[in-house]
């Protein structure tokens, strides 16, 4: 019989590790988006037109047509 390469699997130390890591990751991403969105609103208020500005965005974007998970959840 031939001997199997067996994949080592990660210890919980080694697991717990990794998610730690995602976890900072993830925050780091969310700080990021949240910055973004701070920055945004105050450019809009600078300038002063918000109203011009949604209208432009209601106009412009348009949902994506391909999108398969939206329609597997409409028809649930």
């Given at each position: ?9 990660p ?8 998610v ?38 209601e ?18």
């Amino acid at each position: 019989m031939a001997r199997m390469n067996k994949k080592k699997k990660p210890t919980t130390k080694e697991v717990g590790r990794h998610v730690g890591m995602l976890m900072m990751q993830l925050e780091g991403l969310k700080e990021h988006v949240y910055n973004g969105d701070r920055a945004l609103d105050e450019y809009i208020k600078m300038k002063g037109d918000k109203e011009e500005f949604v209208k432009y965005l209601e106009k412009n974007y348009k949902e994506p047509q391909n999108d398969k998970d939206n329609e597997e959840t409409e028809e649930e």
